[in-house]
């Protein structure tokens, strides 16, 4: 099932994100406004979904942003077809982006992505669960490689998965719960399993 594509028609920056915006137009100079499409693209999907719980960018989100940059509504479309973080498309509460590159599928993505299919209820990539719950998709490398396979759900990343730990992920997800990212067996941060191996502290030698 797919989540219905209606566009709204119209959008209208809240006072969060013009809070937000106000602090990101600050870091360009004048007639360079146009440099923070892509922030502000970004505050326009969280707003959608703060506001409908699907994190999008309808097209008339698009247009306010142009109006706010002051820059042609093309050239905002261009930057949010171009770019994969941007949905342009209605998704479910919970975003599920599957790395499928080649360090995450020799350390078991296809596992990663069977459990979301299992658990989501989902058909495959591109699909959302009839709940409204999840959308999975597949994405390129998350650049996150040591501690594959790797899952984001929406901004977070959760590291170290198996078949078993991303069902537990998804059950959580259910329940209202949003488990801590990061590395699902306590890894620390990109050190080895079971501990960093380098760099211990050496006893000092006895004097002679």
């Known amino acids: 099932m797919s989540v219905a594509h209606q566009e709204p028609t119209s959008f209208t920056f809240d006072a969060d994100s013009d809070a937000q915006i ?5 870091r360009y100079p004048e007639g360079k406004k146009a440099s923070g499409v892509i922030p502000l ?5 969280k707003q959608m979904g ?3 719980g699907s994190a999008w960018v309808p097209r008339v989100a698009m247009d306010a942003v142009a109006v706010r940059l002051g820059m042609a509504p093309i050239r905002v479309y261009e930057v949010a077809t171009f770019y994969f973080m941007f949905n342009t498309k209605p998704i479910g509460r919970f975003h599920l982006q599957v790395c499928g590159t080649t360090p995450c599928w020799l350390r078991g993505s296809d596992e990663v992505l ?3 299919k299992d658990a989501g209820h989902l058909k495959g990539y591109g699909d959302t669960s009839a709940d409204g719950l999840f959308t ?7 650049g996150a490689c040591v501690n594959a396979p790797i899952l984001q759900v929406d901004d977070d990343y959760y590291e ?12 959580a997800l259910k329940r209202g719960e949003r488990p801590k990212p990061g ?3 306590g890894r620390q941060t990109s050190a080895p399993e079971g501990g960093p191996t380098t760099l211990l502290d050496i006893p000092m030698m006895a004097k002679e």
């Open 22 to 26: 106000e602090k990101i137009l600050a």
């Open 41 to 45: 693209l970004y505050v326009a999907q």
């Open 50 to 52: 703060r506001q409908t």
């Open 114 to 116: 069977r459990a979301c």
């Open 136 to 142: 999975m998709t597949e994405v390129e490398c998350l």
């Open 160 to 171: 170290d998965l198996d078949y078993a730990s991303t069902v537990a992920l998804i059950e």
């Open 183 to 185: 590395s699902v067996i």
